[in-house]
């Protein structure tokens, strides 16, 4: 199993960003997919999940993040997606692709600020 992020940056308080993470040695569309962050000095939280075709991509949020991150998965190119807009300094962390298994990226650095 390996996961890949990419996408992370520098951008400013109400800019946008987004992340994806391509996945490679499981059969992607199997599993239920997560984004985790981790800001500094924090422990690490649960921010978006999306299910599987089975599931049919149910989403769900951390409240923090509800009406400014979307997650969205393309499973013909095992990729999971996160779409960061309005983006706050609160949300400087570095954020984690996650399958269930306890399966991690390495992440990417997400920092907020003006």
């Known amino acids: 199993v390996q996961l890949v992020e990419s996408g992370g940056g520098l951008v400013q308080p109400g800019g946008s960003l987004r992340l994806s993470c391509t996945a490679s040695?499981?059969?992607?569309?199997?599993?239920?997919m997560s984004w985790y962050r981790q800001g500094p000095g924090k422990e690490r939280e649960l921010v978006a999940s999306?299910?599987?075709?089975?599931?049919?991509?149910?989403?769900d949020y951390a409240d923090s993040v509800k009406g400014r991150f979307t997650i969205s998965r393309d499973n013909d190119k095992n990729t999971l997606y996160l779409q960061m807009n309005n983006l706050k300094p609160d949300d400087t962390a570095v954020y984690y692709c996650?399958?269930?298994?306890?399966?991690w990226g390495q992440g990417t650095q997400v920092t907020v600020s003006s």
């Open positions: 999306i299910t599987n075709s089975v599931g049919g991509g149910r989403t």
């Open positions: 996650n399958r269930y298994g306890n399966y």
């Open positions: 040695g499981f059969t992607f569309s199997y599993y239920d």
